[in-house]
Antibody
Framework: EVELLESGGGLVQPGGSLRLSCAASGFTFSNNVMTWVRQAPGKGLEWVSSISDSGDSTFYTASVKGRFTISRDNSKSTLYLQMNSLRVDDTAVYYC????????????WGQGTLVTVST | QSVLTQPPSVSAAPGQKVTISCSGSSANIGNNYVSWYQQLPGTAPKLLIYENDKRPSGIPDRFSGSKSATSATLGITGLQTGDEADYYCGASDRSLSAGVFGGGTKLTVL
């Protein structure tokens, strides 16, 4: 059974940093594109970032480029999202997702971790 | 404003059929696969349709997907109250080098 368990969310002040982690199990992590999707309170889904199976290629939505960094450790089956210079509008539930929109879709989702950026 | 355009809401009676549209451009839907997601209240989204018209195992054939040019459509037949949810389309956008979603459509089963 595929499981994706996010951690690292919480309350942070504007300008601060957080690192999200996603522990994956139940599939061959190193063979799959991985993605972060976020959802602000009461709003729709927003694609944030994807990373290739090897980690060599990364992609970001424009609003987080230069502030967020996606990475992975295939030896630990873990996905990361380093978030710097956080803004109030980064407040959202962040989902770790197996797959990518370019190919077979986002086929398994974690339960999400809430990031709140506020004073 | 989302790159992909969906109607904010649709409604239909139990047992009826409903369609949800998703409009894009040649940069996204026109040259890439479309996928569809169902988000029940208070839960994480779930993949309903991938590669325009394929259903993952476990998704009933009441759900269908199609694509024509720069638009895609999700169809749901035999509506049930349990289908009340938000539905999102998604695709990759070659101009943005990024993924994009529609704004979401709230389905009400009257």
């Amino acid at each position: 059974e595929v499981e994706l368990l996010e951690s690292g969310g919480g309350l942070v002040q504007p300008g601060g940093s957080l690192r999200l982690s996603c522990a994956a199990s139940g599939f061959t992590f190193s063979n799959n594109v991985m993605t972060w999707v976020r959802q602000a309170p009461g709003k729709g889904l927003e694609w944030v970032s994807s990373i290739s199976d090897s980690g060599d290629s990364t992609f970001y939505t424009a609003s987080v480029k230069g502030r967020f960094t996606i990475s992975r450790d295939n030896s630990k089956s873990t996905l990361y999202l380093q978030m710097n210079s956080l803004r109030v509008d980064d407040t959202a539930v962040y989902y770790c997702v197996k797959g990518g929109l370019l190919t077979t879709g986002l086929d398994y989702w974690g339960q999400g971790t809430l990031v709140t950026v506020s004073t | 404003q989302s790159v992909l355009t969906q109607p904010p809401s649709v409604s239909a009676a139990p047992g009826q059929k409903v369609t949800i549209s998703c409009s894009g451009s040649s940069a996204n839907i026109g040259n890439n696969y479309v996928s569809w997601y169902q988000q029940l209240p208070g839960t994480a989204p779930k993949l309903l349709i991938y590669e325009n018209d394929k259903r993952p195992s476990g998704i009933p054939d009441r759900f269908s997907g199609s694509k024509s040019a720069t638009s895609a459509t999700l169809g749901i037949t035999g509506l049930q109250t349990g289908d009340e949810a938000d539905y999102y389309c998604g695709a990759s956008d070659r101009s943005l080098s990024a993924g994009v979603f529609g704004g979401g459509t709230k389905l009400t089963v009257l």
